[in-house]
């Protein structure tokens, strides 16, 4: 079955500064890719995801780069402010199969 | 227009006893999947419904089952808790166009502890 690593497993960043996570995945026949926030006592909240066909795509601060050849994707979060603060989870899917979450990376935004 | 809701927001049980946890999916979405989130880990997928039927199935004991509803709906019923059981359990939906679901959106879930 799919297999998500995810890196780092948490990350501090001063504000305005940028951050990026990492995730890597097994199975070559994923085609989508979200990306999830998780405040604390909160279900997680889609932010962004993307779809085998492209390899990046933009939302205002927020981006996500896909490599299908290294089975990699990554997040990146531009001028950050201190709300951007929560845990964030990687995913994988292939077709309508289940979504296959990495472990999260606490970002914390420092002032 | 409302997300995804859930019922209870916490739940203590007692090892041995049974609980059920509710699900009301975003309107328009037609699937829903359930996942368990234990302290400081991601979310691992349950199982999914789609047309009142579970569609697949997550490496989960069988003292986990569930159930949707013709409004689309969802239960999920755990017998004989454990320990481990206590969790956070999250519900999640979508549509699905052709049988395969799009983005999942989840519910603020529900926080279960056995003792």
């Known amino acids: 079955g799919e297999n998500v690593e995810q890196h780092p497993s948490t990350l501090s960043v001063q504000e305005g500064d940028s951050a990026v996570i990492k995730c890597t995945y097994s199975?070559?026949?994923?085609?989508?890719f979200p990306w999830y926030k998780q405040e604390l006592g909160k279900g997680p909240q889609l932010i962004i995801d993307?779809?085998?066909?492209?390899g990046e795509k933009k939302d205002q601060r927020i981006a996500v780069t896909l490599n299908k050849t290294a089975k990699h994707f990554s997040l990146h979060i531009t001028e950050t402010q201190p709300e951007d603060s929560a845990v964030y989870f990687c995913?994988?899917?292939?077709?309508?199969?289940?979504?296959?979450f990495g472990t999260g990376t606490r970002l914390t935004i420092i002032p | 227009d409302a997300g995804v809701t859930q019922s209870p927001t916490h739940l203590i049980k007692t090892r041995g006893q049974q609980v059920t946890l509710r699900c009301s999916p975003k309107?328009?979405?037609?699937?829903v999947s359930w996942y368990q989130q234990a302290l400081g880990q991601g979310p691992q997928f349950i199982f999914q419904?789609?047309?009142?039927?579970?569609?697949q199935r997550g490496n989960f004991p069988d003292r986990f089952s569930g159930h949707q509803f013709p409004n689309y709906s969802s239960e999920l019923n755990v017998n004989a808790l454990l320990l481990g059981d206590s969790a956070l359990y999250l519900c999640?939906?979508?549509?699905?166009?052709?049988?395969?679901?799009?983005?999942?959106?989840f519910g603020p879930g529900t926080r279960l502890t056995v003792t």
């Open positions: 199975d070559s026949a994923s085609n989508y």
């Open positions: 309107s328009g979405h037609d699937t």
């Open positions: 999640a939906s979508s549509f699905s166009v052709a049988g395969a679901p799009k983005e999942q959106y």
């Open positions: 995913a994988a899917r292939f077709g309508n199969e289940k979504l296959t």
């Open positions: 993307i779809r085998s066909n492209v």
């Open positions: 419904y789609y047309e009142e039927e579970e569609r």
